[in-house]
């Protein structure tokens, strides 16, 4: 693992240098933009390729990034001001029977917003 690891590094390494030279070097030095992508790209797939077999060799581990990622942050400070902003459709009639639609589900989400400074005279 160390060894893939160190050759890992290097290779990065070598793209960097190489997006370094292709920004700041002469342009004869220079590398086309998709030459860079292409490492780029070469790079990632490594990587996805290490994570999947990872994941396989150890399925808790799988159970214990999903549940990572799903987890709540927890709520909004109950102190901060809410504004409620309702969509819904502007007509409750179906368009064919002419009945009243019936409410299938709602979601509810907050979002925090920022607001910047506000200067007045």
Aim: charged share 35%.
């Amino acid at each position: 693992m160390l060894l893939a690891e160190r050759a890992r590094a290097e290779r990065l390494e070598q793209i960097i240098k190489a997006m370094q030279r292709h920004r700041f070097g002469r342009r004869a030095e220079s590398l086309p933009e998709d030459q860079l992508l292409l490492g780029l790209e070469e790079a990632e797939q490594n990587e996805a390729a290490e994570d999947a077999h990872h994941e396989q060799a150890d399925p808790a581990e799988r159970k214990s990034r999903a549940a990572r990622r799903r987890r709540n942050r927890g709520a909004l400070p109950a102190h901060l001001p809410r504004i409620e902003t309702i969509i819904d459709v502007e007509n409750s009639t179906c368009p064919c029977c002419r009945n009243l639609l019936h409410r299938i589900g709602e979601d509810i989400s907050e979002r925090l917003d920022i607001v910047p400074a506000q200067l007045r005279v």
